[in-house]
């Protein structure tokens, strides 16, 4: 094996073989700007080499690109790397060690690719080695500064990173060549270039001339501030708008919003504790849109496009989210556009451009003008396409379905709810829980057992918390979880008197989320109404809440997640969504099963059980809300090796590695 070449398996390596790849790598990255590695199969051998030798030198270094400065200039606070994430369950794991309480806020931010640099005492500097950075206030000419309300030249003191913006780069940078007459591969190769110049004079002139000024852009510029209790919950739809944003990015600075306390928990030799990095892969390939399927959500309709197969990462895209509506017109994508998509850590693959394979044959536009269900003209509501046809069929499938996984009834998913419309005249959740069995046995898929199980499930859900009651409203923007903080403060009848000032007041709320709110508590007054004649409420508001013990699922199961999340809360659990030091129980699909789950779970010496052993002990165990435990009798069924898993429980099949 030669001794650049990345294996597949790195703990074949010797200690002096990693260190010596990881040289290698990181003068490909740092000192000639031409990587041959992904930046997650570098971190996979830096954590490697973690493992072998946690005090090796390379494993706390901090890197910077090589630069043409003046000088050495020792930063007032240390400029270190960041520790990194690539999934969301990192992210959490991370958080979850230093919050105070589910309100603890954060700061999002993108995470810019580029040279992180220092202007103060009029001097701009590089990170350097965390502690000490090169004087490159020789390249302050070729830099403009963008921070909150203000782009010009660099005149205050910013901690940022010196970037060059995409669009800055796709229309200027056509004009500018390196000395050797060739372009530049894209913003970071240019960056790192520029500011490896001594010379900048002929630079400069064109620079100035083509107005191609690199960008010393303000960390601080662009933030998200979000509640631990609802990062999951937004997550994605922040990574969404941030990689929208003109500027180069390798993914996602997540921090304590309190600087406080965030400074107070000190660093590593190697990054400060109060922030993390998650990464994106930056797996990107080039593929052909063919065409664009509209489907329905609760309150709009999502664009999802349809590219030639392309293999990324080892997995098969066929498909690709677009977001919405607004994201089609400002990428300006057409049918037939050359496209790039890329997968990014737990996001579903997206396509992050288009062009026309020629320009002048332009493909056609994949905005549709009418409803595809009802035919009604569609309208643009914000950044979303919307059918506002309140007896539009399908609009009404997904406001209903999504009502009932609020409500808690996890097996009645969209099929069997789409066959309850059109087959038994079901229109909404009043419906649901006025059924009979003699109703859902007209049903396909269903027989005797299987409608009895679900009817038993509608009627524990019938004991309900008055949040559910009001996420299953669909209102944007409310969950279960802002619903519950909401809820905490007023009792439903008491929010149905409250204005749009009154509720902008409360913890994390804000104009829109109360605009919303107070309109559809109008709106679907009756609604409302009706719900509470079906169903015992449990009120947040002044209810004693006693700590619960935390249970977390691991591998392959039989049902969603919700199901046995659900199932958990009524028998006295809390559902998480990691192990942590302070999980109480650990539910494997499969023991053997070699998840980092069940690794750090033995390492912690948490209890873990098997799932079938664990709904067996339910049995035994009476339920917080007491439902006939025949309703479980199903998943326990299915739990069994060998058990067939067909639709004759008349289920709706999935599942899901957590």
């Given at each position: 094996m030669p001794d650049n070449t990345m294996p597949a398996d790195l703990t074949a390596l010797t200690l002096e073989q990693l260190v010596q790849l990881i040289e290698y790598h990181n003068r490909r990255y740092w000192e000639l700007g031409e990587p041959e590695i992904s930046d997650i199969d570098y971190d996979r051998l830096l954590r490697r080499l973690a493992e072998l030798a946690p005090q090796h030198p390379l494993v706390v270094q901090v890197h910077a690109p090589t630069v043409s400065g003046t000088g050495k200039v020792r930063h007032t606070a240390p400029m270190l790397s960041l520790d990194k994430a690539y999934s969301l369950d990192e992210v959490m794991e991370w958080a979850e060690k230093y919050i105070r309480s589910d309100r603890e806020m954060f700061r999002i931010q993108p995470k810019y690719d580029g040279i992180s640099a220092n202007f103060a005492a009029g001097i701009l500097a590089t990170r350097g080695d965390g502690v000490e950075g090169e004087n490159i206030s020789d390249k302050l000419p070729l830099i403009e500064l963008e921070t909150v309300g203000y782009r010009g030249p660099v005149n205050r003191n910013v901690r940022g990173e010196i970037i060059i913006r995409d669009d800055v780069f796709r229309d200027k940078y056509v004009h500018i060549a390196k000395k050797d007459g060739k372009p530049y591969k894209n913003p970071r190769n240019a960056v790192a270039g520029i500011m490896g110049l001594k010379e900048i004079d002929e630079l400069r002139y064109q620079i100035e001339h083509y107005h191609a000024w690199l960008t010393l852009v303000d960390y601080d510029m662009i933030s998200y501030e979000v509640p631990y209790g609802e990062i999951r919950e937004r997550w994605q739809g922040i990574v969404e708008t941030i990689e929208k944003l003109p500027y180069p990015m390798d993914g996602i600075v997540v921090k304590l919003a309190d600087q406080a306390y965030g400074l107070s928990l000190g660093y590593t030799a190697h990054h400060p504790r109060n922030q993390i990095a998650f990464k994106f892969t930056n797996i990107r390939k080039t593929s052909r849109l063919l065409q664009v399927d509209w489907s329905f959500g609760k309150n709009c309709l999502t664009p999802v496009a349809m590219i030639e197969p392309v293999d990324i990462g080892g997995i098969t895209i066929r498909h690709a989210s677009l977001h919405n509506l607004q994201n089609i017109i400002d990428k300006d994508i057409h049918i037939g556009d050359i496209i790039e998509v890329e997968r990014a850590g737990d996001v579903i693959p997206y396509i992050v451009k288009a062009e026309p394979e020629d320009p002048e044959k332009r493909g056609s536009?994949?905005?549709?003008?009418?409803?595809?269900?009802?035919?009604?003209?569609?309208?643009?509501?914000?950044p979303e396409l919307c059918c506002k046809n309140t007896d539009c069929f399908e609009t009404r499938v997904q406001r209903l379905t999504a009502a009932v996984r609020n409500i808690g009834i996890e097996r009645l998913g969209e099929p069997n709810i789409r066959r309850m419309m059109q087959t038994i005249g079901v229109k909404t959740l009043k419906d649901i829980f006025n059924l009979k069995a003699t109703d859902i046995l007209q049903l396909d898929g269903f027989k005797e057992k299987s409608a009895s199980n679900l009817l038993k499930e509608i009627k524990a859900a019938s004991?309900?918390?008055?949040?559910?009651?009001?996420?299953?409203?669909?209102?944007?923007?409310?969950?279960?979880?802002?619903?519950?903080?909401?809820?905490?403060?007023?009792?439903?009848?008491?929010?149905?008197?409250?204005?749009?000032?009154?509720?902008?007041?409360?913890?994390?709320?804000?104009?829109?989320?109360?605009?919303?709110?107070?309109?559809?508590?109008?709106?679907?007054?009756?609604?409302?109404?009706?719900?509470?004649?079906?169903?015992?409420?449990?009120?947040?508001?002044?209810?004693?809440?006693?700590?619960?013990?935390?249970?977390?699922?691991?591998?392959?199961?039989?049902?969603?997640?919700?199901?046995?999340?659900?199932?958990?809360?009524?028998?006295?659990?809390?559902?998480?969504?990691?192990?942590?030091?302070?999980?109480?129980?650990?539910?494997?699909?499969?023991?053997?099963?070699?998840?980092?789950?069940?690794?750090?779970?033995?390492?912690?010496?948490?209890?873990?059980?098997?799932?079938?052993?664990?709904?067996?002990?339910?049995?035994?165990?009476?339920?917080?809300?007491?439902?006939?435990?025949?309703?479980?009798?199903?998943?326990?069924?299915?739990?069994?090796?060998?058990?067939?898993t067909g639709n004759e429980f008349g289920m709706d099949q999935g599942s899901f590695d957590f």
């Amino acid at each position: 094996m030669p001794d650049n070449t990345m294996p597949a398996d790195l703990t074949a390596l010797t200690l002096e073989q990693l260190v010596q790849l990881i040289e290698y790598h990181n003068r490909r990255y740092w000192e000639l700007g031409e990587p041959e590695i992904s930046d997650i199969d570098y971190d996979r051998l830096l954590r490697r080499l973690a493992e072998l030798a946690p005090q090796h030198p390379l494993v706390v270094q901090v890197h910077a690109p090589t630069v043409s400065g003046t000088g050495k200039v020792r930063h007032t606070a240390p400029m270190l790397s960041l520790d990194k994430a690539y999934s969301l369950d990192e992210v959490m794991e991370w958080a979850e060690k230093y919050i105070r309480s589910d309100r603890e806020m954060f700061r999002i931010q993108p995470k810019y690719d580029g040279i992180s640099a220092n202007f103060a005492a009029g001097i701009l500097a590089t990170r350097g080695d965390g502690v000490e950075g090169e004087n490159i206030s020789d390249k302050l000419p070729l830099i403009e500064l963008e921070t909150v309300g203000y782009r010009g030249p660099v005149n205050r003191n910013v901690r940022g990173e010196i970037i060059i913006r995409d669009d800055v780069f796709r229309d200027k940078y056509v004009h500018i060549a390196k000395k050797d007459g060739k372009p530049y591969k894209n913003p970071r190769n240019a960056v790192a270039g520029i500011m490896g110049l001594k010379e900048i004079d002929e630079l400069r002139y064109q620079i100035e001339h083509y107005h191609a000024w690199l960008t010393l852009v303000d960390y601080d510029m662009i933030s998200y501030e979000v509640p631990y209790g609802e990062i999951r919950e937004r997550w994605q739809g922040i990574v969404e708008t941030i990689e929208k944003l003109p500027y180069p990015m390798d993914g996602i600075v997540v921090k304590l919003a309190d600087q406080a306390y965030g400074l107070s928990l000190g660093y590593t030799a190697h990054h400060p504790r109060n922030q993390i990095a998650f990464k994106f892969t930056n797996i990107r390939k080039t593929s052909r849109l063919l065409q664009v399927d509209w489907s329905f959500g609760k309150n709009c309709l999502t664009p999802v496009a349809m590219i030639e197969p392309v293999d990324i990462g080892g997995i098969t895209i066929r498909h690709a989210s677009l977001h919405n509506l607004q994201n089609i017109i400002d990428k300006d994508i057409h049918i037939g556009d050359i496209i790039e998509v890329e997968r990014a850590g737990d996001v579903i693959p997206y396509i992050v451009k288009a062009e026309p394979e020629d320009p002048e044959k332009r493909g056609s536009s994949p905005i549709i003008t009418h409803c595809p269900c009802c035919e009604s003209l569609l309208v643009q509501d914000g950044p979303e396409l919307c059918c506002k046809n309140t007896d539009c069929f399908e609009t009404r499938v997904q406001r209903l379905t999504a009502a009932v996984r609020n409500i808690g009834i996890e097996r009645l998913g969209e099929p069997n709810i789409r066959r309850m419309m059109q087959t038994i005249g079901v229109k909404t959740l009043k419906d649901i829980f006025n059924l009979k069995a003699t109703d859902i046995l007209q049903l396909d898929g269903f027989k005797e057992k299987s409608a009895s199980n679900l009817l038993k499930e509608i009627k524990a859900a019938s004991q309900v918390n008055d949040f559910q009651l009001i996420a299953a409203l669909n209102i944007q923007g409310i969950g279960p979880n802002i619903a519950r903080q909401i809820l905490s403060e007023y009792t439903i009848q008491e929010l149905r008197g409250k204005t749009v000032e009154e509720l902008s007041n409360l913890y994390g709320i804000g104009p829109e989320r109360a605009k919303a709110l107070v309109q559809e508590l109008q709106s679907q007054g009756d609604f409302i109404d009706e719900m509470l004649n079906c169903v015992t409420l449990s009120q947040t508001k002044g209810a004693v809440t006693e700590k619960r013990p935390a249970i977390c699922f691991t591998g392959k199961m039989p049902e969603k997640r919700g199901y046995y999340e659900e199932l958990a809360r009524r028998h006295g659990y809390e559902p998480a969504d990691s192990v942590t030091s302070g999980l109480a129980l650990l539910i494997a699909a499969d023991l053997a099963e070699n998840s980092s789950k069940l690794a750090k779970a033995r390492k912690e010496n948490i209890k873990i059980m098997a799932l079938e052993e664990w709904l067996s002990s339910l049995n035994d165990k009476p339920s917080v809300s007491a439902p006939d435990n025949d309703l479980f009798a199903s998943a326990q069924e299915k739990s069994k090796p060998g058990k067939e898993t067909g639709n004759e429980f008349g289920m709706d099949q999935g599942s899901f590695d957590f």
